[in-house]
């Protein structure tokens, strides 16, 4: 079965220094993969998400995300963060296992980012 | 936008009692989700609907039921609440590619007394 590792579950850093959160998932077959980004005290949403193509795709608010198919990960990263990124990071793939719909995701444990001053 | 919305953002109840949480959702999506979501386990399918009383087992269905009568509606019941319950509940809605987003609602913080 698929699974996805989130290998921090916390990460402190300073304002404007760059972040890496680490993520990799077990499947080799074709997978969609997301990150999702929970506020304190709300749901959560999309942050970015790789399809297909390029293997980098980016966010509005200056996050990134490389796709690695030999390495099996999906790396967050920003290079320079702010107060305002505090929060928890969740990285998710496409569960193909479910017959009955291709929307189900499996998600990982997810990353605290907390931003210091 | 889309909206997912969840009745409650807070529900405090007793063990024993039935407890219903409602999800609604604005954007026509096939697909919804209910999660529960303990610190330091991330998110945990209870169950999904991807069609009108349709309805599948995720990871987690024990001690819980679901009820989809109508496409934007999606409830979430459990027949007797225990403790072990108390939790964060998360409800999304997507369409049903693969590659469609979920997009999720505000929580309901349940606490079981």
């Known amino acids: 079965a698929q699974s996805v590792t989130q290998l921090d579950s916390q990460v402190p850093v300073f304002e404007e220094a760059p972040v890496e959160l680490r993520c990799n998932y077990s499947s080799s077959v074709s997978v969609y993969l997301f990150w999702y980004v929970q506020y304190p005290n709300q749901g959560l949403q999309l942050l970015l998400k790789?399809?297909?193509?390029?293997?980098l795709v980016e966010s509005i608010n200056g996050f990134e995300a490389e796709f690695n198919k030999s390495q099996t990960s999906f790396h967050l990263r920003k290079p320079s963060v702010h107060i305002s990124d505090t929060a928890e990071y969740f990285c998710?793939?496409?569960?193909?296992?479910?017959?009955?719909?291709?929307?189900?995701?499996?998600f990982g444990k997810g990353t605290k980012l907390s931003v210091k001053p | 936008d889309v909206k997912v919305t969840q009745s409650s953002r807070y529900l405090v109840k007793r063990t024993g009692e039935k407890v219903f949480l409602e999800c609604v959702q604005d954007m026509d999506h096939e697909n919804m989700f209910w999660y529960r979501q303990d610190p330091g386990l991330g998110l945990r399918l209870i169950y999904f609907?991807?069609?009108?009383?349709?309805?599948e087992k995720g990871d987690i269905p024990e001690g819980y039921s679901v009820s989809r009568e109508k496409k934007e509606r999606f409830s979430l019941i459990l027949e007797s609440a225990s403790t072990n319950q108390t939790s964060m509940y998360l409800c999304?809605?997507?369409?049903?590619?693969?590659?469609?987003?979920?997009?999720f609602g505000p929580g309901t913080r349940l606490t079981v007394l």
């Open positions: 609907s991807y069609d009108v009383k349709m309805k």
């Open positions: 999304a809605s997507s369409g049903y590619r693969g590659t469609d987003t979920q997009y």
């Open positions: 790789y399809l297909s193509g390029s293997t």
């Open positions: 998710a793939v496409t569960d193909p296992s479910y017959g009955g719909s291709q929307g189900n995701l499996i």
